[in-house]
């Protein structure tokens, strides 16, 4: 038994030589795009929140309305341009919060699990008012895509929690 496990490590390699996903840190190009059909460059705090936080990274910024043809527009204008995206805003559950519904429609994976982490911490800051957040990830053709609420409150708990992940989803969104 022992030789055989040793024959399988030769074949294929001793796996614990390979870098680990949280060894490896990539220069990232994001986008940050804000939904919103009142905020303008100057009154954009979230996004102002986004982009300092994601300071050690190339990003560039952008306000869409609160219409499914703007959000997705801004999505696809440059997506080979970015490694990744962050929607702020659109969220809630009025009318024209429609960002994830948007996003949902062209995604291949919805990762449930950053929602809930989200809401999880929001917890003590806005109370039962954090589970009314469809705060999501998704990956649309295997580039993660942040959807946020947009509250300035919140971008600061979006961005701890994308800056703890995000080298681990490139990593695996980019294996072979």
């Not at 994976?109 to 008012?129: N, T």
């Not at 580039?143 to 490139?170: E, T, Y």
Request: proline share 3%.
């Amino acid at each position: 038994m022992y030789s055989t496990l040793i024959s399988m490590r030769k074949e294929y390699g001793n796996m614990d030589q390979k870098p680990h996903h949280g060894e490896t840190h990539y220069n990232l190009r994001i986008k940050i795009i804000t939904v919103s059909s009142t905020r303008t460059s100057e009154t954009d705090e979230s996004g102002n929140i986004l982009e300092k936080r994601f300071e050690r990274y190339s990003t560039s910024r952008s306000i869409v309305r609160d219409d499914p043809v703007q959000i997705l527009s801004e999505l696809f204008r440059d997506f080979n341009e970015f490694d990744a995206f962050v929607y702020n805003g659109g969220t809630g559950v009025s009318r024209y919060d429609l960002t994830s519904v948007t996003i949902r429609k062209v995604s291949d994976k919805e990762v449930p699990g950053f929602g809930e982490i989200f809401r999880r911490r929001s917890e003590d800051q806005a109370g039962i008012f954090a589970y009314m957040s469809s705060a999501d990830l998704f990956i649309v053709f295997g580039k993660p895509v942040f959807v946020l609420p947009g509250s300035p409150k919140a971008q600061d708990i979006g961005a701890d929690i994308i800056l703890d992940m995000i080298d681990h989803i490139i990593y695996e969104t980019r294996k072979e």
